[in-house]
């Protein structure tokens, strides 16, 4: 998907100020996230998720995507029961997904310069 933004005209450095709002704004949801876990205000839960599923897709981390999509319909039994562990894996898909990131503006940086 970002190889795609800078094929259409995007420069580098508008790629890598989307990835530090797409890095920032998932971190502030991933925070509200954990709230609205802890007070089983799972209506909420499914409306952040869906959130965080839509700018993960727009930037093309696709396992973030996906995870979205299955935390998102789990049914609310389901979520008061895994509450922890989905917090933790959508944790651990963010840090995956910056790790990929930020890989890609290295070597992006590294091709260029």
Do not use: N
């Not at 727009?58 to 389901?78: F, H, N, P, Q, Y």
């Not at 997904?97 to 310069?113: I, N, P, Q």
């Amino acid at each position: 998907t970002l190889a795609h933004l800078e094929e259409l005209g995007a420069s580098l450095t508008f790629v890598e100020r989307l990835i530090r709002v797409f890095l920032a704004d998932s971190a502030t949801l991933l925070e509200r996230i954990e709230k609205v876990l802890a007070g089983r205000d799972y209506h909420e839960f499914r409306s952040l998720v869906h959130a965080m599923k839509g700018s993960s897709a727009s930037i093309g981390t696709d396992r973030l995507t996906r995870t979205c999509t299955s935390v998102g319909a789990l049914s609310d039994a389901e979520l008061r029961l895994q509450a922890p562990s989905l917090l933790r894996t959508l944790t651990g898909e963010l840090a995956a997904a910056r790790v990929e990131l930020e890989g890609y503006l290295t070597e992006r940086r590294k091709s260029v310069g």
